[in-house]
């Protein structure tokens, strides 16, 4: 069974303090990994989507990156407004099966001003 | 371009009875999948719906239905209500199943008592 692992559960950094989002995966037949961010009462906001090990993606102050067994959420000069849940979510199976996704718990961040 | 809208936003149930939660796709878009979100946790994949056919199913009872409208809306059913049940709905819409194209709704908060 497909099982996604994030860490740490929560995250508080200072305004400007760069960090580091990790998730943990073990899948059969990687089909792609998705990073998105979810604000209090809202659904989940797509951010990126890696397909292979050494993919690296970068949009404004995020670069995600992939490895064999897990991936990383770099976040530079974080902002407040940078604050929200970030979930991690694999798909895997064959080409033509439904796109289910597994996602992780999800890791809170806070960033003070 | 309009998003993905679900209705209601909030529903209190008692335990025992039944609801029925809807969703209205993204234009253009033709697969339509569900998630439930208990507090604190990841999105859980319920099913995905793919032109009017059901493709694809999560861990979830039988008590858990669904349907898919010819203008590719949908409604979630979920029969004999637990306390368990209780949590975030969020529907999510995509172009045949693309989860990178996916567009999620802002959910509806079931609460059962």
């Known amino acids: 069974e497909d099982q996604v692992t994030q860490s740490p559960e929560a995250l508080r950094l200072q305004e400007g303090e760069s960090s580091s989002l990790n998730c943990s995966y073990t899948v059969s037949g990687l089909r792609g990994l998705f990073w998105y961010r979810q604000d209090p009462g809202k659904g989940p906001e797509f951010l990126f989507t890696l397909y292979s090990a050494g993919e690296e993606k970068e949009k404004e102050r995020l670069k995600a990156t992939l490895t064999k067994k897990e991936s990383f959420l770099h976040i530079t000069a974080p902002k407040p407004e940078d604050s929200a849940t970030y979930l991690c979510a694999v798909q895997a199976g064959p080409t033509g099966a439904n796109s289910k996704l597994t996602f992780g718990k999800g890791i809170t961040l806070s960033v003070r001003p | 371009e309009t998003g993905v809208t679900q209705s209601p936003t909030h529903l209190i149930k008692t335990r025992g009875q039944q609801v029925t939660l809807r969703c209205s796709s993204q234009?253009?878009?033709?697969?339509v999948s569900w998630y439930q979100q208990a507090l604190g946790q990841g999105p859980q994949f319920i099913f995905q719906?793919?032109?009017?056919?059901?493709?694809g199913r999560g861990n979830f009872p039988p008590r858990f239905s669904g349907l898919q409208f010819p203008n590719y809306s949908s409604e979630l059913n979920v029969n004999a209500l637990e306390l368990d049940d209780s949590a975030l709905y969020l529907c999510?819409?995509?172009?045949?199943?693309?989860?990178?194209?996916?567009?999620f709704g802002s959910g509806t908060r079931l609460t059962v008592v």
């Open positions: 999510a819409s995509s172009l045949q199943g693309n989860p990178q194209g996916y567009t």
């Open positions: 719906y793919y032109r009017e056919e059901e493709n």
């Open positions: 234009s253009g878009h033709n697969t």
